[in-house]
């Protein structure tokens, strides 16, 4: 299911905002998906356990040097993959707590909206 980005938004300044929540838990279900199946490959794994040892580059300093760069540059990339994770894992996170509270307090909207009962001169009364 491809969500996509909402086809209308509101104009700026514009009074009226609609948030589904339901929208909002199904991106985040989708996204879960998506970011699952991404773990599942296993990037950071495959590129640990394929650099090459140390002694496959030779017994000089050059080689030693060299598989230190690979090392590094290897380190760096399981560092930028597992920062991107963890955002990807923080979006879908704050989707889901943003549902959450847009569907507290809707309940509570509702809840005080029948509790609205009207007075004797007419107007109404929270009762």
């Known amino acids: 299911m491809a969500l996509g ?3 209308n938004l509101p104009a ?3 009074k009226e905002i609609k948030v589904s929540r339901q929208w909002l838990i199904d991106y985040a279900d989708e996204l879960q998906r998506e970011l699952d199946r991404l773990k599942q490959k296993r990037y950071k794994e495959t590129i640990q356990d394929t650099t090459p040892p140390e002694a496959a580059l030779g017994n000089y300093t050059a080689g030693r040097s060299f598989h ?3 090392r590094q540059a290897r380190d760096g990339i399981g ?3 597992d920062q991107f ?4 894992q923080n979006v879908i996170n704050s989707l889901r707590t943003t549902a959450d ?3 507290k307090a809707e309940d ?3 809840e005080n909206i029948d509790k609205v009962r009207p007075n004797s001169t007419g107007g ?3 009762v």
């Open 85 to 88: 994770i963890t955002a990807y």
């Open 12 to 14: 700026a300044g514009s």
């Open 79 to 81: 560092n930028s993959y």
């Open 124 to 126: 109404p009364t929270l």
């Open 101 to 103: 509270n847009y569907g």
């Open 5 to 7: 980005h909402p086809r």
């Open 108 to 110: 509570k909207s509702k």
């Open 68 to 70: 230190g760069t690979i």
